[in-house]
């Protein structure tokens, strides 16, 4: 799942290539995708794309209407399995629903364009056109960006402060902090050499400090390593840049402690027991659950 630092490379990247074009054709190929219907898909069509932001992991393409008002919004998550595939030449060939990866085709006045892909089954690749990025909900609920220049070592203290939850739970809560999910939520709690299981409120001053550093740093990092990539290659650099994320059995690069994980469900957590549990294995949650 693309988290801050790979939505940001991709903002990063249509700004730079669809900035000024026009949009020429909006093709739905999987009407489960578009969440609105107001307004409609096809006023996307003609409108000229001003610029690409980020809010958490929603990527929002503004644009403007052909007498210059503003114009909707294309807003999308890419959630668990979905993507962006880039053409500078866009295939003409004829999308048929229900038998591609493909949700949506956005085709662009030079050429070029791009689909919004999902992979397996679990659909939850979510596309929105709407008036303002408020009105998508997910947007209107998110807390604070960490990387905002605002979001001070105090402010995260302000967030974290009675809170008798999990740490790793609140890094990935969207209300609380946006941008942050799974993967990167292991990395920051790696960084900061902190069990994924500390409760928010228990923390110390010096355990905040320490946790907003390997957070504010561990972001900063991916983003420089994903910024300028193209599309195709987020991902990869993704894995790349991972200590214990998704590293279960290989070796902590900080210690040579075998990274361990906990499965949950529908997911899993990594962690290095020598450097965040004081050499702790953590129970296995598919069982507890079980035993319940
Ligand atoms: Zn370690």
Redesign the pocket.
Known sequence: MPEMPEVQGLVDFLRERVTGLEITRVSVANIAALKTYDPPVQALQTAEITGADRHGKFIDLTTRTTDAAPGPHLVFHLAKAGWLRWYDQLPTTIIRPGKTPIALRVALSDGSGFDLTEAGTKKSLAVYVVREAADVPGVERLGPDPLDEGFTRDTFAALLAGRRTQIKGVLRDQMIIAGVGNAYSDEILHAAKMSPYALASSLTDDDVDRLYSAMTETLREAIAEASGKPPAELKDAKRRGMQVHGRRGEP?P????VVRSVFFADNSLEY?P???TGGKILADRRLSRLLK
């Open positions: 902590c900080v210690c040579g402690d290095c020598t450097c965040q």
